[in-house]
Nanobody, 123 residues
Framework: QVQLQESGPGLVKPSQTLSLTCTVS??????????WSWIRQPPGKGLEWMGA???????YDSPPLKSRTSISRDTSKNQFTLQLSSVTPEDTAVYYC???????????????WGKGTLVTVSS
């Protein structure tokens, strides 16, 4: 059973960098065909996919956030991280990490979700 858990500060000041870590258990961030994503949901709004990192370490970023987003991984800790720079109050959201198998014959959509963590951007 793959389980994901987000961790990191719940409050970030404007202009600073939002940093979150997702710890994966029951699976490996290096398993072939798996993609590990960050998704957020601002208050009163829908889910927004931010980006992902694949088993090979290749990253994929949502165009609107690409310039501010950096996704990386630590294979020794079986974790992947999100860094969102130059944050504003509009970046306040519940942030989720998620995983999906994207190999041949895969179904669309995420297969595993973390519980989410609220990050508030405020001074």
């Amino acid at each position: 059973q793959v389980q994901l858990q987000e961790s990191g500060p719940g409050l970030v000041k404007p202009s600073q960098t939002l940093s979150l870590t997702c710890t994966v258990s029951g699976g490996s961030v290096t398993t072939n065909y798996y993609y590990w994503s960050w998704i957020r949901q601002p208050p009163g709004k829908g889910l927004e996919w931010m980006g992902a990192i694949g088993a090979s370490g290749i990253t994929y970023d949502s165009p609107p956030l690409k310039s501010r987003t950096s996704i990386s991984r630590d294979t020794s800790k079986n974790q992947f991280t999100l860094q969102l720079s130059s944050v504003t109050p509009e970046d306040t959201a519940v942030y989720y990490c998620a995983g999906m198998w994207g190999g041949p014959s895969s179904r669309p959509g995420m297969d595993y979700w973390g519980k989410g963590t609220l990050v508030t951007v405020s001074s």
